[in-house]
């Protein structure tokens, strides 16, 4: 949640729940022969907006404008990529550290690594 502080700047409540809550038994149809069947694509269409409004709803509102790109508008953006991106960034400066040879052993069993597979070909 700290993270969240300086880079909140204003909250809009959006409409939930338009979309009510269905069970599978709804989409029973009885068919001429007198067999009970569901309505597989009913229900699919059914599930597939339920499920958009509840979790998507949050992200996504109609009508919702971005703000002008400006200064106070990219440099939040940017320090969320740079925090995201930061298990990346521990990936590639462990690749550098076995590349530079900086732990030597670590180094090795990398070298032992890539020669097995080398050798099995693989």
Partial sequence: MWTMERRVAKVRPLPVGTVPVRSRGDFRVV???GRIE????????YALRFYAEKYGAQYIEYGSS???PSKQ???PNIERLLIASAPIQVFIMSVRRV???EDQSETLKFLGLYLIFWGCDL
């Fill in 31 to 33: 068919r001429s022969n």
């Fill in 38 to 45: 569901t309505d597989w694509e009913g229900w699919a269409r």
């Fill in 66 to 68: 971005p703000p002008k």
């Fill in 73 to 75: 508008t990219l440099v």
């Fill in 99 to 101: 590349c530079r040879w």
